[in-house]
């Protein structure tokens, strides 16, 4: 594998005591909040349970349910594109943007968007797009990705907030107070909103049966990029489809209650349609980019297409003691925390992004959080797995090829110590003795540089047991 | 359009997978919720804690009540659009109008010639089509009587919700029939004021969308 400079981001992260105190409360408020909208723990088992299952019957039928979902929005007036990778994705978008002659775009929170740097790609085409979400707006202001899912500027607190602000925004005063803050960003994004030529959004469901698109916020710069301009694009992936509008409300409060603790969100926003006969407002034209990448061949292994389940709520982020240690952005990839540890090595190749799933203690937070029940804890093992053996060699022999040769020297000498008795005593009292001793080289100088050095017992269990009075079994 | 075939090929790899097709999930039972005539009280509870301003006005004058509940509260006008149901009511009110009050500004035609007015004004008025007291949210149906943005860009949203409109849980209120398919084009729930805890989780109200929510429930 590749050096992709995860170890040295790491290292830098931890370094970073602002960033770790930033993301420390961030991440304690979070887990409490949930704690709280959700303090029925039986109510909430039966919630997940029957998200999961929502998930799992509309992915089984997701060929079906695309079909559905595309011929409804093509009744409702939206016009649906497909795309197999990002570039094709991208390439939509500058199309349909050109074709209206549109240089500037109001843009509201989406993940896909990020996955498929989409900004970037119509920037070098002469396009502005002007994130609008808060988090989004200060990150773009800074020149940075998300670090979170939900909440991208967390990593930020708010004198880093001031000083960006102050330095890039024409006019505008340092302050650290919160709510003069968001009255800048409020003001600068107004103009934006009134006089942008299309807005941009992602998707958090498409509900099939109806032909509807969903999307979840609180600000009012999602409804702000759908309503105000003529023109409307929407990036999807195309797991995000349900079957029903019933399914809807457990799924939102699952994703609000898992994302912020909150019950509901200020505004959901179901849109059918561009403006119909006889509406003053709302886009003439509305757009959806189905975006696969990847997605088809995650879906292709039963076991692996749990992970397209996944709501983006980042609650697993938000327990996870890995990503609340280093942050998003050590990861290096679009999605970080369990579900990317998960997701990115599928859509990339394990051979790209193999590193990531050993980023975790396989404590099982993220698991025991996961509102759709992702089993992230055995899909990590099992990417490890194809990571070291390669994906075609799954649950075969120990010392297969691929592995560290270290790693196999070690293994086979052990597998000889246990089966002579001799040899294993010898080593334990090698152990007692020497164990202390150990130089710090080689794979335990990196162990050492974030664990304790390990001590040797100088009573093992077998002498334990002697003392006891209890023989040798 | 590059890709023509993109779709085709996606659907068959999709196709191409195994696939067991589980039932459709049960419903979960959901929480207790308030049944009917309790259900006002506790969407104003739900909506007071995510700092909306309930008011109960008296079916018979409503009108009039509204006009002196938002006087005197710095508002300088108010938008609402002439062909919406209520808005004789409001007009023939307004029209033996206090000073204090908000003027009051019809949305003529479409958003293209109102555009400035829109995003100078103070409030804008619409009605709820329903309401859920679990989870607290009003459903606004914008159409042609009732413009989408007038609920979105004015600082101060006022919405009217006739209280037999009000129902248990969301569930209820989207099975109540004006709601199936086809769906109007644009369909929003509303909690509360837009807010942000964007910055270091701390909440701030009225980012993007209107600071101040004012819920009218009419009985």
Redesign the interface.
Known sequence: MADSGFEARIEQALEDEALRR?FA??LG??AARRRSVFA?AD?LE??R??AA??R??AL????EL??EL?SRLT??GIRV????TAA?GN??VL?ILEAHGVRRVVKGKSMVSEEMHLNAFLARHGIETVE????EF?IQLAGETPSHII????H???AQ?AKLFREKIPGAPYTEE??E??AI??HT??EQ??EAGAGLSGVNFAVA????LCLVE????G??CT??PPLHIAVMG?EKVI?R??D???L??LLTGSA?GQ??????????????G?????PREVHLV?L?NGR??V????ER?ATLRCIRCGCCLNHCPVYARIGGHAYGTTYPGPIGKVLTPQLLGIDRAGELPFASTLCGACEEVCPVKIPLAQLLRRLRAEAVRGPAAEGKSRAAPGAAPLERLAWRAWGQAVKRPGVYRALLAGGRWLGGLLPPVGPLERWLRAHAEPRFSQRNLRRLLRKKGIPDA | MPEPRARERILARLRAAPRDIPPRPETAALPAAAPAPEAAAALEAALTAMRAEVHRLPRGRWAEELRERLSGRGLSELIYRPGAPWAPEIEKAWAQAAEAAPRLLAWEGDIEGFRERLFSAAAGITAAAAAAADPGVLLLRPGPEEPRLLSLVPPAHVVLVPAERIHPTLEDALAAGSFAPPLPANLVLVSGPSKTADIELTLAFGVHGPRELLVFILE
Do not use: C
């Open positions: 930033n409360s961030a408020a979070f029925d109510a039966r919630l349970t029957q299952a929502i799992d019957r089984a039928r997701l060929p695309l079909e595309e009744a409702n594109h497909w795309a197999e094709v390439r939509l199309e609008t979400d808060l988090g200060i909440v991208p500027a967390v930020k607190n708010r907030i919160v709510t803050l968001n960003a409020r994004l107004r909103f009134r049966e109806t032909g509807t609180n600000e009012g710069n409804r702000m309503g105000v195309i079957e509008l019933e809807l409300p457990p939102l409060r912020t019950r509901v969100t200020t505004y959901v926003n179901l849109i059918s349609g561009p403006r119909r006889g509406e003053p407002d709302g189905l696969d088809s061949a879906f292709a292994d039963p297409r």
